[in-house]
């Protein structure tokens, strides 16, 4: 019988400062592409209707048409004070601050602290059958803090009227407070941190039964369930994100062939998540939306081959492949948003249904010393993209053709792409080598993720392209 026991602990102090900078110009594009979208229309406009688009528009026309939208009483009040019209008022308020810099920040605290205790026992019931039994305790205690204020002005070029205090990209203020909602200061006269608090904890259970049929083959059955503590989002205060829970169960085989030449293993799988922690850009209207976690539930099955196969004593060949299906079957909605951002039924973010890999290692032995020739090629299917941009609205609402942005689908799923790399390495008996190598050898242009991010509100999408093809030397000692 073989037996672990363990336990850890672990601690963290955390600071995070998160800065946005932009200009005043942006906070115009902003405005100009909500009225687009609450038009249906992309932030190209309609030119075919005679609605420009971002770029058309004269400036100011979305700073001016923000503040009639938001502040309407603020400027009806002026309006009667001054004899100027609200849109007068608008318009003189957006000349006056076109052109400023625009800096926000927001901190974050934690203090976390992990314990865990776990044991795992593995008893042979034969000499070819292995039951192993595993149980793992763990609690997550986090204190958070965040400390969010408004750090510019909208000003009025009025006299007697004093500037207006404004948030964009962090439109709310998050400090600490009393009963009667007032802010608490500290000895020095500062804003002090916002603070919540909780705790998680979980005890998870681990099952494996394998059979060792010959020298050559194994096969396994196995349970197991996994745990992650919620969490609090970083850049707004709200009730903290639910812990995260897996169930995962596996069918699968281990062996070798044609006399230990071939290495075949098989495996086959299934997964559910409860409160899977999903990170997604998200924001109520008006501000600029961050990206913050959400719990949703997801199911996946799929299977895996690997395989390395000696063909020679001097040429091995590998091949993997996996397959996976997934699906969103629950999506937690937040404030604002609506059905059409309802994942539900979709494939997970990000994961592709295929991918497989293979490669060939030819090796050449020379005078003290062995030269290898190394060649791979990997394909990875078409998957959704992180911000899942693909429902008849959202592509209505982009400011290109997907079908014509290579390394997308017409869909604006992120396109399948193969990978080509080659290697020559001279390997000494002296613990050195030195190697000429060649990443995405055929220049293959693909794309990582689906346009979006934030810039996407502003009418600027961005995404990551993969590298080019690259070449270059590498040496490497030993000691």
Same mark, same amino acid.
Do not use: C
């Given at each position: ?89 608008? @318009?003189? =308020? &957006?000349?006056?601050?076109? !052109?400023? %810099?625009?800096?926000? $920040?927001?901190?974050? /605290? +934690? ?40 750090? @510019?002005? =909208? &000003?009025?070029?009025?006299? !007697?009227? %004093?500037?207006?205090? $404004?948030?964009?990209? /962090? +439109? ?54 996994? $745990? ?252």
């Amino acid at each position: 019988m073989r037996w672990t026991l363990g336990a850890t602990y672990l601690n963290e102090d955390i600071y995070q400062h998160t800065v946005a900078e932009f200009m005043t110009e942006s906070i115009d594009s902003f405005a100009i592409n909500e009225s687009l979208k609450a038009l249906g229309l992309p932030p190209t406009g309609a030119p075919g209707m005679g609605i420009p688009g971002i770029i058309d528009m004269p400036l100011g026309t979305g700073l001016s048409g923000y503040l009639l939208g938001f502040i309407p009483n603020e400027l009806a009040y002026l309006s009667s004070l001054t004899g100027f019209s609200s849109v007068e008022l608008a @318009n003189m =308020i &957006t000349l006056d601050n076109l !052109g400023k %810099p625009w800096n926000e $920040f927001t901190d974050d /605290f +934690g203090d976390y602290t992990s314990y865990a205790a776990f044991a795992d026992m593995t008893y042979p019931v034969t000499d070819k059958l292995d039951v192993t039994v595993g149980v793992r305790w763990t609690r997550d205690e986090k204190d958070f803090g965040i400390l969010s204020y408004y750090q @510019n002005e =909208i &000003t009025i070029p009025i006299p !007697g009227v %004093p500037a207006s205090d $404004f948030g964009l990209a /962090f +439109g709310t203020e998050y400090v600490l407070r009393d009963e009667a909602g007032d802010p608490i200061l500290d000895s020095d006269g500062m804003y002090q941190p916002s603070t919540q608090s909780n705790t998680w904890s979980k005890v998870t259970p681990r099952f494996v039964v394998d059979y060792q049929w010959s020298d050559d083959v194994m096969t396994y059955l196995s349970y197991a369930e996994g $745990f992650k503590a919620g969490g609090f989002n970083s850049l707004g205060k709200a009730a903290p994100f639910a812990q995260e829970d897996v169930v995962n169960k596996e069918i699968g085989m281990k062996s070798t062939w044609l006399n230990k030449t071939l290495r075949l293993n098989l495996s086959a799988f299934e997964y559910d998540y409860t409160n899977l922690q999903f990170l997604r850009l998200t924001g109520s209207n008006g501000n600029v939306p961050v990206y913050n976690v959400r719990n949703v539930d997801a199911s996946g099955q799929g299977f895996e081959l690997e395989s390395t196969w000696a063909m020679t004593p001097n040429l091995n060949i590998t091949f993997n492949y996996a397959y996976l299906d997934t699906e969103y079957t629950r999506y937690a909605l937040f404030e604002g948003e609506t059905e059409a951002d309802d994942l539900t039924g979709q494939p997970m973010s990000s994961v592709p249904k295929n991918r497989y890999f293979i490669s060939g290692d030819y090796f050449v032995p020379l005078d003290g010393a062995e030269l290898l020739f190394h060649v791979d090629y990997t394909w990875v299917d078409e998957r959704s993209g992180s911000d899942a941009r693909e429902s008849a609205g959202a592509l209505a609402l982009l400011p290109y053709n997907p079908a014509d942005i290579h390394g997308l689908t017409a869909d604006n799923r992120v396109d399948a792409y193969d990978l080509v790399n080659a290697r020559i390495v001279y390997i000494s008996e002296d613990d050195w080598e030195v190697a000429l190598y060649a990443r995405n050898l055929l220049d293959e242009e693909y794309l990582l993720d689906a346009p979006g991010g934030q810039g996407t509100n502003t009418g600027s999408p961005n995404t990551t392209r993969g590298m080019p093809r690259s070449w270059g030397v590498q040496f490497t000692q030993r000691f």
